[in-house]
């Protein structure tokens, strides 16, 4: 078998379809600035994979189309040795972050799909086999009615936000409201970060809530601020969301910063380094949570096969009430059943695309720019760096 052509499918989530004059749906986490990048790799034996990249969709197209001229002609079973090659041939461009990351992985991903096509198999089944049936999911809520929405939907680990005012009792509301069985996760959502010193103040207040894990609780940049705030919090921490590659993770694990891994399965670097993390944190007794953000519905599937497949899984992120959009481009659309989804049974990755539903939401804009981000002169100009000692205090208990 050679793989033929890559075919690039990139669309605006959050849009309304190309000739409606409805106003757009806002996407609220991210400015109706979102992406989704699809790709298809043909073969000369009519097999197809689908796969996706997330680092930054509208750039990560272009790095495909020009990836592609090194794997066509190339037998596609040989997907580690293409992936070095391609690894090789981004280095050039000093591509080891998430774009890089974003089109090996949507390439590599797809590689996979055909490899289980061919092979009638799952790619769980290729990868060891399964642990589990269904993998464990958690939703996003800030409040108790939103809380109750995905309960009543099945699931059974909720993710709240550390970033305004009364959110630590809040934390200690929904606790009390969920009972003891539903898993609350904490997310300090930044930029901007939390300074050091305000990460370990709100991680001990919490610490009473009973949370699976405190995540990104400062700058993932900054190591040394995570292993003090490690060292003074008694709350798992979590982190790693945008790194790329195996090294891009290796010193969260290495250096025991963290509990819990988050590799991002659009961007990671594909399946195989999703694999490969999962084995470096499995020897430090590290658990593994991918994260869904930017994240669309096909390399969800590929999540699945990867967590169905290693010991060490903890939960897998899911936008629920995500764009009403989302179950439209694929085919089939996951169910969260009793906490989790099943896993695909059919080969490969058991998901594909609708093309002509994507085609109705041509990509416009792929950086935020709602509420007034990047505005001369405010807060929001240049975010990155600034202590968030405004939104700290306003973070601080109300009761004890
Ligand atoms: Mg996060």
Redesign the pocket.
Same mark, same amino acid.
């Given at each position: 078998m050679k793989i033929t052509e890559i075919k690039t499918f990139l669309m605006q989530v959050g849009a309304q379809p190309v000739g409606s004059t409805a106003t757009p749906t806002k996407d609220a986490a991210f400015g109706n600035s979102r992406n989704w990048l699809f790709i298809k790799v043909m073969t000369d034996e009519g097999i197809y994979g689908v796969g996706e990249g997330s680092g930054w969709p509208r750039v990560i197209e272009t790095a495909v189309k020009d990836l592609a001229h090194i794997v066509v002609g190339e037998d596609p079973g040989n997907i580690d040795r293409l992936w070095q090659k391609m690894l090789t041939a981004s280095m050039g461009h000093g591509m080891t972050g998430t774009v890089g990351g974003g089109a090996l992985t949507a390439i590599e991903m797809a590689l996979w799909d055909i490899k289980g096509k061919a092979l009638g198999q799952p790619v769980w089944n290729l990868l060891g086999g399964k642990f589990r049936d269904s993998i464990p999911v958690y939703g996003h809520a800030r409040d108790t009615e939103k809380a109750d929405r995905l309960i009543a939907l099945g699931y059974r680990g909720i993710k709240l936000p550390l970033t305004g005012k009364g959110d630590i009792d809040r934390a200690y509301a929904i606790r009390e409201h969920v009972g003891p069985d539903v898993d609350l996760m904490l997310?300090a !959502?930044g930029p901007s970060w939390l300074t050091t010193q305000d990460a370990i103040e709100f991680g001990q207040a919490l610490e009473g809530a009973n949370m699976l894990f405190y %995540? %990104?609780p400062v700058a993932p940049e900054n190591l040394d601020a995570l292993q003090r705030v490690r060292d003074n919090v008694n709350i798992p921490i979590a982190a790693g %969301?945008r790194v790329s590659n195996i090294w891009g993770m290796l010193p969260y694990i290495e250096r025991n910063l963290v509990d819990v891994i988050?590799p991002d399965t659009g961007r990671a670097g594909g399946i195989t380094q999703m694999r490969k993390m999962a084995a470096m944190a499995e020897s430090h007794f590290i658990t593994m949570a991918p !994260?869904s953000?930017s994240l669309g519905p096909v390399a969800e599937f590929a999540a699945l096969h990867v967590m169905a497949s290693i010991p060490n899984a903890l939960m897998l992120e899911k936008l629920e009430f995500d764009w009403e959009g989302r179950d439209d481009v694929i085919t089939p659309v996951p169910k969260v059943v009793n906490g989790g989804i099943p896993i695909p049974t059919a080969p490969g990755l058991g998901v594909d695309i609708v093309e002509g539903e994507i085609v109705k939401y041509p990509s416009r804009m792929n950086v935020r720019t709602d509420d007034g981000v990047y505005n001369e002169g405010t807060h929001w100009e240049s975010v990155y760096f600034q202590p968030r000692r405004g939104r700290a205090s306003s973070l601080r208990r109300t009761r004890s």
């Open positions: 997310d !959502h %995540e %990104e %969301e988050q !994260h953000g």
